[in-house]
C-alpha cells in the first residue's frame, strides 16, 4: 500500500526510489547534488522520522498524512516527528514534481493553465510572481503553488520543512530552496536555480 507518490502506507517509512535516473536532470541540476539530495537528504527524513516513531507503537499505524496533522503527538517528540515527516512529505513530492526536459511537461495545460490564468494574469505572470517568492524564503524553505479543495489557487512559502496539509491545501508544484537543493551547483545564486527548474518541473 502507497500513500502520497511512493511512500508506504505506514511505519516503517522506506525510501521510494528516484523516478527517473540521477543524470536525467543534468545540466539544470546536477547528478551529484541528485545523489546527495535523495539518497542522504531524503534519506535521512526517512530514518530520522521511523527512530522518532520507534517508541509510539500507537502512532505506527498512521499514514505520513496522518502523523502530519495528528493532534496529539506526544509532547516530548512532537517536534522531532513532525520536521521529519515534513521532510518526508516535501521531498516525496518534490522528485516526483520534476521530469526530464525531454518529456516535455514543463507547461500546464487545460483546466490548470486555465486555472492559472484565472488567479494570476498569465503562465508568465505566475512564474515571475513564483519566483520573486522563492527569492524571499529567508534561510531553508520551500516555495508552492497550492489549491484548496476548490481549486483556488494561491503561492506560498514555508520554512524549515513545514507543510500546508492540515489546512487543506495541496501543492500543484513546490520548488525546494534549501541551499541543499542547489549549492554545489549554483553556489548562492538561487535565483538561477529557480529560473532553471522552469524547464524540470512537471506540470502533468
Ligand atoms: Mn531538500
Known amino acids: 500500500m502507497t500513500s502520497i507518490l511512493g511512500i508506504n502506507s505506514s511505519y516503517p517509512f ?8 540521477y543524470d536525467a536532470l543534468e545540466p539544470h541540476i546536477d547528478q551529484e547534488t541528485m545523489h546527495l539530495h535523495h539518497d542522504k537528504h531524503f534519506a535521512t527524513y526517512i530514518k530520522n522520522l521511523n527512530d522518532a516513531l520507534k517508541p509510539y507503537p500507537h502512532l505506527q499505524s498512521l499514514s ?18 513532525l520536521e521529519n515527516a515534513g521532510g518526508v512529505y516535501n521531498h516525496a513530492i518534490f522528485f516526483s514534481n520534476l521530469a526530464p526536459m525531454s518529456e516535455k511537461v514543463n507547461t500546464p495545460e ?11 494574469g498569465s503562465f508568465e505572470e505566475f512564474k515571475e510572481q513564483f519566483s520573486k517568492s522563492a527569492a524571499d524564503v529567508f534561510g531553508s524553505g520551500w516555495t508552492i503553488l497550492a489549491a484548496d479543495r ?12 513545514e507543510v500546508l496539509l492540515c489546512e487543506g491545501l495541496e501543492p500543484v508544484i513546490l ?30
Open 14 to 21: 522506506t525510501l521510494p526510489p528516484l523516478p527517473y535516473p
Open 64 to 81: 505520513l498524512e496522518q502523523i502530519l496533522c495528528c493532534k496529539r503527538l506526544p509532547l516530548e517528540s512532537r517536534v522531532k516527528i
Open 110 to 120: 487545460g483546466e490548470l493553465l486555465e486555472a492559472i490564468e484565472g488567479f494570476f
Open 150 to 161: 476548490a481549486g483556488n489557487l494561491s503561492i506560498r512559502n514555508v520554512a524549515n520543512q
Open 175 to 204: 520548488f525546494d530552496v534549501w541551499e541543499h537543493a542547489y549549492y554545489l551547483k549554483y553556489k548562492n545564486v538561487r535565483a538561477d536555480y529557480v529560473k532553471n527548474l522552469w524547464e524540470i518541473v512537471r506540470f502533468r
